[in-house]
């Protein structure tokens, strides 16, 4: 500050020193010393004039200024009034021509803007540049980088999971049916693909609709997988919420609710249909069934929500459960325009094989020979003619997945069988043939429910248990194999509630049972209880409703006490235990009356389907055959020709259907769905994320300097907490402190550690509080580089490339915010200058280098943002291209699939090319602007 500067009462100042003091107003000048007033932390501070630490706060023309009372002004013209000054210019609100004095300026003026910060004197540790330019190009890499969503999920690395996942998870209003095997992951690749959705801004609203039996697991899943805090709606939760607002689905963004509920409440179908979501996810979608005349009514509920709503995600491990039919009217639901006739559905369908065939070569990797592309080229011209050369690895992949798309169902739905993915325990079928108590002796049976499952007669209530030598095998297997837990799944909540009721009298053996009669709530305490360990129960008796979708893996044993009439209900059963997850070989015991329906029912699945011991993906065709004959062999089970014709034939077509899956559809889906040979550059990213060092590394230094405490508590754990210094807050993170791990495998081991990555939002909400904060807009400080001169000084700029866009346009896709760094030497020439060993320079000497540096500094600044507007170009012009690709790539899919099929709108080609031309318009609007500055001095 020179001893002539003229101050006045009134004019606003800030402290060099004590910048945290805000911007203060002289209030007291006199010969010697000035007194300032900073109000907005209430301080006052006296200085002598000769060496008041402080710079004088004014504007220039152009520039946006505050008022005490709120309102801005643009400025238009500066002039002074006893050493006060007075911006002229018009009010930003009511667009009126007026003045504000400087005595009124806002007292909370920060300055933001870098230049305005350097020249003010304004200066932070140096270190906080290095952190805004590590969390902005960390910020960066994270969103174009294809492991995002991915890397921060609490999961194994399964390869097929992963590639369905980056497959689906990265499109823009992905619709598929997710329909591997039974265990296989659905519910962990449905929840990688709501994670990516939503972290890449693709969804915000995401409804998830599944059997009211499963609410729980899946609430607890999104949690403990991906971080996402579903809310579970059900009646008593809206009537709660009325109260609030009209529509009670508009309280929260991640809504959970079960189908039976809904499907059964038009109050509340009316309800959630009104608002919008981005994405819809229906677990167990077999339950949609569907035929021309007759849709069911859950099939019409889902129908109506996935009409409204761009994403839809289907989930099924048994898709033909209910029919061809219904299976067709899914795929419908997905893209009706691809779907739109059962017939033409078939006979695309029986074209698979021809269609395996042919994209095989391009599969292996093989040339083409002359009459494989001849083969081709009969198949989908309109394809074959786009490409010249065939053997071009990129080319042959679009021909590939064109086909699939095309001509198979290739983009909405994936399938994976176990066959195909290895590491699955064996499974063991023990059968016991039991003699035929004189109960179940009646030849006037007539019924096939009473065929199969006799003790439901009701004669037989309060009988059977005694007779039924299923009971009394059952009685000695738990002692025998305890303590081995035991799941045991019969078709009726009576049976199970008997059985559970006798145990407990006769054995005292620890049980619990689990059925529709029973809240939601006590199921999932059932379950817990048999889940624990240590005190929990060896046994679990449930229904057929405990058949679906639960995680039971952690135990070995089956018991089946009858059999269902249906292979996929029977597979649905013995996926409970055969799942991810699973560490031994299953034992599937199953009791039987000898000459009984049951009887034929074990030999038919056993010796006709093999469906114990293998999945049997054809079962339920084979059944749709085999049904009057099955049927008619349950009634009449002492009937043993009847029963070898029925085993004969049932092997025969057995044979002949997954021989046809295999080289038809199952084989595209699957080339589809398990993503071999494309899916191992995606691992390779994500393991090579787990095992790098600068994530622990950067947070560590970003966790310091926004003030968190990181203490090591081994077992690769550390807790965080905020210590009494920390510079705002940070959400996400406990005041209590919080244990965090950036190992994947603690993380997948101990549940309760947060797992720290790129995805993890504490990492996001820290950088962004750097991003969005003051801090290292501008520092000043000296590095150690020997290999540049001692005494040199150079300017480092931080330039931000970004665009601004309505969220549908996804324009993070293409140009996400893009830091663009340049250091410039004293002769305006770039440099690469070490910059990682630095501190800072005292303030006073600070101040005086930029004092003394201030024209050049100016001219260096202009040159660097002439240079950072040259790379800006160049990157808009790499996203240009890539938006042209992508979006380019989709209008030619669809133009492609209309020459097939009439349906295809032209508006929805329409719709593409108008996405084309906003974003074209909104990348040539981006701007460039300068975030941060920092002046070194070469100090080795
Ligand atoms: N990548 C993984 N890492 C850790 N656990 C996994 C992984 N994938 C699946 N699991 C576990 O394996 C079990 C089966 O997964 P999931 O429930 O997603 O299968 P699903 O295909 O939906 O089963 P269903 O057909 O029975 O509905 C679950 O307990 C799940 O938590």
Known sequence: MSTDTQFAIGQRWLSNTETELGLGAIIRVDFRSIEVLYPATEESRIYTKADAPLTRLTFTEGEMVKSQEGWSLCVESITEQQGVLIYHGVREDTKQATTLAEPNLDHHIRLNQPEKRLFNYQFDHPKWFDLRHGSLTNEHAHAKSDTIGLVGARIELIPHQLHIASEVGRRYAPRVLLADEVGLGKTIEAALIIHQQILTGRASRVLIVVPDTLLHQWLVEMLRRVNLAFAIYDESRCVALEDESDNPFDNDQLILCGLNWLTSNPKRQQQIQETSWDLLVVDEAHHLAWSADEPSLEYQTIEKLAEATPGVLLLTATPDQLGHESHFARLRLLDPARFYDYAAFIKEESQYTQLAEAVAPLIEGDELSAEQTAQLTALAPEIMAQFDDLNSTENRDAILHQLIDCHGTGRLLFRNRRAAIEGFPSRHLHAYPLPKPELYENDEITSLTEALYPERQPALADVWLDADPRVKWLLNLLPDIKPEKVLLICASAATAQQLAELIRMRTGIRQAVFHEGMSIVERDKAAHYFADPEDGAQILLCSEIGSEGRN??????????????????????????????????????????????????????????????????????????????????????????????????????????????????????????????????????????????????????????????????????????????????????????????????????????????????????????????????????????????????????LFVLSAKAPAALQLERFLPPTPIRLCLDAKSQPSDLDTTAHRPLGRKVATQLVQALTPQLQQHLQHARELAHKQANHVLGEAMNAMQTTLGGEVQRLKDLQQQNPAIRDSEIEFIDIQMAALTKVLQESDVQLDAVRVLVNNP
């Open 552 to 797: 039971f893996q952690f135990a070995h044993h089956l018991v089946l006490f009858d059999l269902p009439l249906s292979p996929d209900l029977l597979e649905q059963r013995i996926g409970r235990l055969d799942r991810i997850g699973q560490t031994q070989d299953i034992q599937i015991h199953v009791p039987v009356i000898e000459e009984s329906a049951q009887s034929v029912l074990l030999k038919w699945y056993h010796e006709g389907l093999n469906a114990f011991e293998q999945t049997c993906p054809t079962g339920g065709k084979v059944f749709d055959t085999v049904e009057e004959t099955l049927v008619m062999n349950c009634l009449t089970p002492f009937d043993t020709e009847l029963q070898q014709e029925l085993i004969e034939q049932s092997q025969q077509l057995n044979a002949e259907l997954k021989a046809k899956l295999d080289a038809g559809r199952d084989k595209l889906l699957e080339l589809n769905a398990a993503g071999v040979g494309r899916v191992d550059t995606l691992l390779e990213q994500i393991v090579a994320q787990d095992s790098a060092s600068e994530l622990p590394k950067f947070a560590g230094r970003l966790f310091d300097a926004i003030g968190i405490v990181q203490e090591e508590k081994g077992q690769d754990c550390f807790i965080l907490r905020p210590s009494e210094s920390m510079i705002g807050h940070l959400p996400g993170l406990d005041p209590e402190g919080m244990t965090v791990t950036y190992r994947r495998r603690t993380a997948t081991t101990l549940e309760n550690v947060h797992f720290l990555t790129w995805d993890h939002p504490l990492i996001h909400h820290a950088m962004e509080m750097v991003m969005t904060d003051i801090y290292g807009k501008s520092s000043v400080g000296f590095v150690a580089d020997t290999s540049q001169p001692k005494g040199a000084y150079y300017l480092e700029t």
